[in-house]
């Protein structure tokens, strides 16, 4: 038997696209930690307490100075009470003395604001808020109520916006002493 001579077979004369050859992505492990890079959280962080202090802070002042809005509140109803262009009397002068009284003590030394009176009462008035009533006014406050009869010109109005400037503008906390021997 003779060997036959078989043709090897044909190989392609064109190559394989190069496509072909590559391999399928390997995608990554999925992460199991945290989902922000730890700067981020402290950064998060330190503006969540910020706000949080600013809140905090806020809400103290807020409440700190609930008093004062309470007492202008107080003074807007006493002057719907009030004929606003009538002269002042001896009673409304008391009303509106004891209401700036009321104020002093919640905010200062009680034993110290609570004996004052006449011309020391307006001058803890006057060192409290300078230039917020006028000095006419703080002598009305501080003497007028103890008087049978008053001429003034002085109107409800003007002595009740003067009242609400004292209010809003008196700086509290501080202790005042009392520089007189007869208090």
Known sequence: ?????TPAPAQDATPAPPIAELRD???PETLHSYWLAPGWIIIIAVVLLAAAGAALLWYRRNKLNQYRRQAVALIEDWLKHQNPNASVTASQLAELSALLKRVALHSGERAEIARLYG???AEFLRAKAPGAISDDNLTLLSEGEYQASIRTETNCQQ???QCQRWVQEHRAGRPYEVTHATV
């Open 25 to 27: 992505i390997i995608l």
């Open 119 to 121: 011309s020391h009462w």
């Open 159 to 161: 002595l009740a916006q």
């Open 1 to 5: 038997m003779a060997a036959q001579n």
